[in-house]
């Protein structure tokens, strides 16, 4: 028995074919390219973040300013903030200016300290972090997790519980001091805690080490592995490989893990207080923690969290610049 065909339905070469029946499951052009949402739906989804910062940063900012360039209550020497710009006072700010970079000044030598110290700490935590999270990223396979977990568990337990157990551990009859009399590399206890530059800068590399570590996993995860095969395949080596490929392609992640490093370290006062205490190694923020609890201080302590800031902004802005110009550059 013949079947009977559908009649075929022919067309002109320009002619349009016929048009989809606007049935109940279909949806108009403009719906389905998005048109139908308002402007402000995607834009909305910033405003949570806008008002944490609001609220967290620059509200505290502007107090900042106000006990910087406010006065001190004459009876107590508590700070008065002054809310209104117009009567802002730039004499204790001047004031602190002479003390940091003036003649005579006693401030300077802890501002050079805190960036000897971040510089080397940071640097330090780059050395130690980069083949810790390289060798996650290639080697550890399905164990990247398990890894992660092992390295990043002993940084929950409390700041100030770790710093306890350093203190423990670089005593004079610490263990540190005796594992190393023991096998003859000092011939008696070194004062670790007696205000060593030493001892306050590899405080800070443990302290802030995860940091690196995350930022960097984070960045050499990405990595396409297609590129590392493609120049294994043109014929280079390992080593050419990682340092002509897997380097640069990682320089956002180091500058990541530099800024989310640094930054904290040079607030850091609690480090220097429990392994060395002494003020031949105070940074600026024990010099902040000390003003805050001296009578009549405030406004030194605001106006050295304001310098802070201002030299802080540089670096800032150059690694929002990078960050900017390697954006540019993986969208073309």
């Known amino acids: 028995m013949a079947t009977q065909e559908a009649p075929a339905t022919s067309r002109e070469p320009g002619q349009a074919g016929p048009k989809p029946p606007h049935g109940r499951g279909a949806r108009p052009a403009s719906a389905r390219a998005g048109a139908w949402r308002p402007r402000w739906f995607w834009p909305s989804f910033a405003v ?3 008002v944490w910062l609001v609220v967290l940063f620059l509200l505290p900012f502007y107090v900042v300013l106000s006990i910087a360039f406010g006065a001190v209550d004459p009876l107590f020497r508590t700070p008065v903030p002054v809310w209104n710009p117009v009567e802002w006072n730039p004499f204790q700010f001047e004031l602190l200016y002479d003390r940091i970079f003036g003649p005579g000044a006693f401030l300077g030598p802890a501002f050079l300290r805190t960036f000897a110290y971040v510089a080397a700490a ?29 390295l990043l568990a ?10 306890l157990a350093w203190v423990n551990l670089l005593e004079s ?7 190393l009399v023991s096998v003859g590399l000092l011939a008696e206890p070194f004062p670790w805690l007696a205000g060593q530059p030493v001892t306050v ?33 043109l014929g280079a080596s390992r080593r050419r490989t990682f340092v002509l490929v897997t380097v640069p392609l990682s320089r ?81």
Not at 127 to 136: G, R
């Open 173 to 179: 009859d610490g263990m540190i001091n005796n594992v």
């Open 122 to 150: 940071t640097a330090l935590c780059l050395v130690v972090a980069y083949p810790v999270a390289y060798y996650v990223t290639r080697y550890a396979g399905r164990r990247k997790g398990l890894l992660l977990v092992a």
């Open 48 to 50: 949570p973040g806008m």
């Open 154 to 163: 002993p940084f929950w337990i409390s700041y100030m519980m770790r710093m």
């Open 252 to 332: 956002q992640a180091i500058l990541a893990g530099l800024v989310v490093t640094a930054l904290p370290m040079f607030g850091d006062y609690f480090t220097n207080d429990l392994l060395s205490g002494s003020p031949r190694t105070s940074m600026v923020g024990n010099l902040v923690n000390d003003a805050i609890a001296s009578p009549g201080q405030g406004g030194q302590a605001a106006a050295l969290v304001l310098v802070m800031m201002a030299l802080l902004a540089l670096p800032m802005v150059l690694y929002i610049r990078a960050t900017a110009r390697a954006s540019r550059e993986a969208g073309r």
């Open 201 to 233: 800068t590899l405080g800070l590399v443990y302290g802030y080490i995860p940091y690196m570590i995350l930022a960097l996993f984070a960045g050499l995860n990405g990595i396409d592995q297609r590129l590392l095969e493609a120049s294994r395949d």
